[in-house]
């Protein structure tokens, strides 16, 4: 792979994908905390100032972290873990829940949404049934705060919530899922909040790379892949219009989609590299920036998180899982790349 090309064609997108319509935005990252050499927080939060990077998705409610970015001003997309669901049974627990776990630490200000849960369907369904009642009460509780419009309440799914993907035209939700999907795509257009996905086109490459090859996965010259009267030269335009497909066949074409998880490992596989990674992840920088759509939904830009900001050691799983840092544990950046300003 030539890293010039790539990066040559990735501007390209920007200017002739870029409409005045369609308003930028900051992509943001995802702050994993899954090692044992990671620096303190506050150190963490001068890294992030430091890099412009004014957007961050947290896994959990962990204190010591929401203490060091209350008044930081870095917006904050805020999970709640999967075990916590089952005690949001009510409006009054999830109000209890929201002040004693969010708001006694940050200010209502700094959070963006709420990320119930991760990856429920299908992998974790035994958290299933608890999913949309607590969704609901977190919402119904944020309303009685005067707090219902600003912070977004939904769920990030993971990619295989769709049985079918290919070509994006034609994809469909597993209907295995099909009676709860529904619901919360109900919840989440009556809420006005976003569809909420983590997606990797490097796990495409890595399972198929005779049909996604590298330079289609990391924004390179590769050869356009035609749908009807849509074009796509990149995976990931492909992978985000198949969600929009699918919520169009479920009558849900307004529902916007946002990617809360997206990457590229330095190391540990084939097509892993910091080459890769700067083409992959840099291009996604400069299509969030310049709000670039998808050939689907041209004057819509898709807001990102970037997965993750430091490798983490203890991640379960193949080698490259413990590999997709942005920066090293001194701060450094693995590789070139600029978010804002910095």
């Known amino acids: 792979m030539a890293r010039v090309s790539v990066f040559l064609f990735c501007l390209s997108l920007v200017v002739f994908f870029s409409p005045t319509t369609v308003t930028a935005d900051s992509v943001g990252v995802c702050y994993g905390r899954v090692a044992d050499n990671l620096p303190p927080p506050g150190i963490v939060v001068r890294l992030l100032k430091d890099n412009g990077i004014s957007k961050v998705r947290l896994f959990n409610n962990a204190p010591s972290v929401l203490k060091a970015f209350a008044g930081t001003g870095i917006k904050l997309m805020i999970g709640v873990p999967n075990e ?5 049974n009510t409006k009054e627990a999830a109000l209890e829940w929201l002040n004693n776990n969010v708001f006694a630490y940050v200010p209502p200000d700094q959070v963006l949404s709420l990320a119930v849960g991760n990856e429920i369907l299908l992998k974790q369904p035994y958290y299933a049934p608890y999913l949309l009642p607590a969704m609901t009460n977190l919402h119904e509780a944020l309303q009685s705060l005067t707090l219902g419009g600003r912070i977004k309440i939904s769920t990030p799914h993971a990619a295989s919530v769709l ?14 899922i099909m009676a709860t999907m529904r619901q919360l795509l109900k919840f989440l257009d009556d809420t006005e909040a976003p569809f909420m996905v983590n997606l990797y086109p490097f796990f495409s490459y890595v399972a198929n790379p005779a049909n996604v090859p ?5 924004f390179g010259v590769a050869t356009p892949v035609h749908d009807g009267e849509l074009t796509y030269e990149n995976q990931f335009d492909a992978s985000v219009d198949g969600f929009v497909a699918a919520l169009e066949k479920e009558g849900f074409g307004n529902i916007p989609v946002a990617v809360t998880e997206t990457g590229w490992p330095t190391a540990g596989g084939a097509g892993a590299g910091k080459a890769e990674a700067e083409a992959y992840n840099g291009c996604i920088v400069r299509r969030v920036q310049n709000g670039v759509g998808t050939p689907r939904r041209p004057n819509v830009g898709v807001e990102v998180f970037l997965f993750d900001l ?3 050691n203890q991640k379960d799983g193949s080698e490259y899982e413990r590999h997709f840092g942005i920066f090293g544990v001194d701060g450094k950046r693995a590789y070139s790349i600029r978010f804002g300003y910095a």
């Not at 590298?214 to 990391?218: G, K, M, P, T």
Request: charged share 20%; net charge negative.
């Open 163 to 176: 049985s079918t993907s290919y070509p994006p035209s034609a994809s469909t939700f597993d209907p295995e």
């Open 214 to 218: 590298l330079e289609f996965a990391v």
């Open 84 to 88: 916590e669901l089952s005690i949001l």
């Open 310 to 312: 430091y490798d983490e």
